[in-house]
């Protein structure tokens, strides 16, 4: 008579030395699956890639919407058919704008603080800001053209100097109380010229200078007289 084959459903019996027997291929393929490549991180899908008028900028999705109504918040963070935003091949947005402004742009997304190289026009980032959409940066950009140009309307600015003779026990007290706008400009010792009581005291010229005020009307109005002696 033949030998029975072990029972259905029952746990084949361990092999030799008390060690299990191989596991069924069903087995080998389900921890196989288990154990694949991993999953990219998290972390890679914070960063976006532009590709501004050819150039690439590289930044977060933190940083581009921190404006909501802003033009680059919605391409990256609420995308949608109506924006059409294309991608090249390397997977950056496309835009059509030049990148010599957008520094500026992405700078101030950054740490809300509005920098123009001397070089750059402020019209040039104006004109990029509301493209953007960037409100709060638009108003900050026409306010520093605003002051540019009452700047350059009043002409160069003119200072007036006058020179103080004080001891030397007088000297800190006059420079930290100047006021009205004066400032320190230089110190000269004179020496002791002059004798009080048993000790002499060095005596010293101060120069002191202040920025006049124009008028409208062009007639220029003296500075205080809370620098004379």
Known sequence: AMAEGPPRGRTPSPGPGGTPGPPSPRAAGAAAGSAGA?????????????????????????????????????????????????KDETGAYLIDRDPTYFGPILNYLRHGKLIINKELAEEGVLEEAEFYNIASLVRLVKERIRDNENRTSQG????????????????????????????????????????????????????????????????????????KV
Not at 180 to 194: P, R
């Open 38 to 86: 991993p999953s990219p991180p998290a972390s890679a899908s914070k960063w976006v890639r532009l590709n501004v008028g050819g150039t690439y900028f590289v930044s977060t999705r933190q940083t581009l919407c921190r404006e909501p109504k802003s033009f680059l918040c919605r391409l990256c963070c609420q995308e949608g058919p109506e924006l059409g935003s294309d």
């Open 156 to 227: 160069p600015v003119k200072h007036v100097y006058r020179v103080l003779q004080c001891q030397e026990e007088e000297l800190t007290q006059m420079v930290s109380t100047m006021s009205d706008g004066w400032k320190f400009e230089q110190l000269i010792s004179i020496g002791s010229s002059y004798n009080y009581g048993n000790e002499d005291q060095a005596e010293f010229l101060c120069v002191v200078s202040r920025e006049l005020n124009n008028s409208t009307n062009g007639i220029v109005k003296e500075p205080s007289e809370k620098a």
